[in-house]
């Protein structure tokens, strides 16, 4: 079993609509949360970087983290095509440990 | 702003050949880390270095080493490459070990 589990999709939404992509982990050692955006043949680009359970907004994007059900989610507010890419979670442990595990990432089309 | 710098962007090899991936971090980062990431896969982990020094190794075959250099350029050098070794390689830099991972736009190694 895979220590962070994300839904491959693919997921298809409306243009406008409200997304939202979810992980699961398993390590209690992760203590640090992360989304990256990945267009096809393209490094990932980091869009949320946060901590502490709880949400952090930012413009459009909102980062969800609950470490007592070890559960964390993006959500996107009013899609846009250009938001059409394959989305990353990925998380690592306190100090001493600075690898990314990363989730298989879910693939998100927006259709205008 | 800038970012992440890799060199080449695309390589193509023989099997049992040798390739050497070149990484320029972001200006005043002085942490390096080395993934890959094969076909409709998430990125895994192969090493990091801070300050020069090697500070976190994953699953790096013993055929690569890397280095990280005075300037905070780092090298990844694969011998006898096999046709596995196929994939997307990323650079990733932070400033420092516990910050954000800033991801470059990859080198795609191809192994015929």
């Known amino acids: 079993q895979k220590e962070v589990e994300q839904d491959p999709g693919p997921l298809s939404v409306p243009e406008g609509a409200i997304v939202s992509l979810n992980c699961t982990y398993s390590n209690s050692a992760f203590q640090y949360f992360m989304w990256y955006r990945q267009y096809s043949r393209k490094g990932p680009e980091l869009l949320m970087y946060?901590?502490?359970?709880g949400n952090k907004e930012d413009g459009r994007f909102t980062a969800q983290v609950d470490k007592s059900s070890k559960y964390i989610s993006l959500f996107i507010r009013d899609s846009q095509p250009s938001d059409s890419a394959t989305y990353l979670c990925a998380m690592r442990a306190n100090f001493g440990n600075e690898k990314l595990t990363f989730g298989t990432g879910t693939r998100l089309t927006i259709i205008p | 702003a800038a970012g992440v710098i890799q060199s080449p962007r695309h390589l193509i090899k023989e099997k049992r050949e040798t390739a050497t991936l070149k990484c320029y971090p972001i200006?005043?980062?002085?942490?390096v880390y080395w993934y890959q990431q094969g076909p409709g896969q998430d990125p895994q982990f192969l090493i990091s270095f801070y300050e020069k020094m090697q500070s976190d190794k994953g699953s790096i075959p013993d055929r690569f080493s890397a280095q990280q250099f005075s300037d905070y350029h780092s090298e990844l050098n694969m011998s006898s490459l096999e046709l596995g070794d196929s994939a997307l390689y990323f650079c990733?830099?932070?400033?420092?070990?516990?910050?954000?991972?800033?991801f470059g736009p990859g080198t795609r190694l191809t192994v015929t």
């Open positions: 990733a830099s932070s400033l420092g070990p516990q910050h954000e991972q800033y």
């Open positions: 946060t901590y502490s359970s």
């Open positions: 200006p005043r980062h002085d942490t």
